[in-house]
């Protein structure tokens, strides 16, 4: 049964401490996508990935966040360090563009609270 | 930049009703249109997804459409049961894979 894996699964921790969450995409996916949401703002873009390349992460707090690949099988989102208004859900999805079209798998995402 | 709404935020309709969805997006250039389920505290299913050359796609009861040159996808949900209560989430795709959401419609089901 494919599908995206997401560590952990829930999270609290203090402000001021870093937080690392992790995605395993779905295996001979080439494109994973960070989102993060919350009940005022919806589901953002924050970074995706092509073939472990960052395309775009123009959505993400630069001073703060961090996000990488560091192999095909793993993706990772940082935190450093974490405020309380980074309270979320993070969800990370991925897929495999066929032509023009890519059709996108979500995990079950990291429940975030920072204290 | 794309922008994505969905309308109305809530829905409310009685066992067995046939409904529709709305999204609504501002830039027609898009590659694919797909539509989620997200039960809560869960993460997003992917339901249907139609391609730009594509004006509707179908899978059992549900049926979604595009029509790009207006900006408008629906999805379209025959008899529906309580177990299609969840929140319908709709995405443009743009160039180079940037997906975006809208804020997605809560769709309650009274038995």
């Known amino acids: 049964d494919a599908r995206v894996t997401q560590t952990p699964r829930h999270k609290v921790t203090e402000m001021g401490q870093e937080v690392t969450m992790r995605c395993q995409p779905i295996?001979?996916?080439?494109?994973v996508f960070w989102y993060r949401q919350t009940m005022m703002q919806g589901l953002e873009l924050l970074a995706y990935?092509?073939?472990?390349?960052?395309?775009?992460d123009s959505g993400m707090p630069k001073d703060r966040f961090s996000a990488e690949m560091p192999d095909a099988t793993l993706a990772t989102l940082k935190i450093q360090p974490s405020e309380p208004r980074d309270s979320a859900v993070y969800f990370c999805?991925?897929?495999?563009?066929?032509?023009?079209?890519?059709?996108?798998?979500f995990g079950q995402g990291t429940r975030l609270t920072v204290v | 930049k794309q922008e994505v709404t969905q309308i109305p935020a809530a829905l409310s309709v009685p066992e067995g009703e046939n409904l529709v969805l709305n999204c609504s997006f501002t830039?027609?250039?898009?590659?694919?249109l797909q539509w989620f389920r997200q039960d809560p505290g869960k993460g997003l299913t992917s339901l249907l997804l139609?391609?730009?050359?594509?004006r509707e796609q179908t899978s059992g009861r549900l049926n979604a459409s595009l029509d790009k040159s207006s900006g408008r996808s629906t999805l379209y949900i025959a008899a529906s049961q309580p177990g299609d209560s969840a929140t319908y989430l709709c995405?443009?795709?743009?160039?180079?894979?940037?997906?975006?959401f809208g804020s997605g419609t809560r769709l309650s089901i009274r038995p």
């Open positions: 999805a991925s897929g495999l563009p066929r032509g023009v079209n890519t059709e996108a798998f």
């Open positions: 295996l001979g996916h080439n494109t």
């Open positions: 830039d027609s250039a898009i590659y694919n």
């Open positions: 995405a443009a795709h743009s160039s180079a894979s940037k997906i975006i």
């Open positions: 990935f092509r073939n472990r390349a960052p395309l775009d």
């Open positions: 139609i391609q730009s050359s594509q």
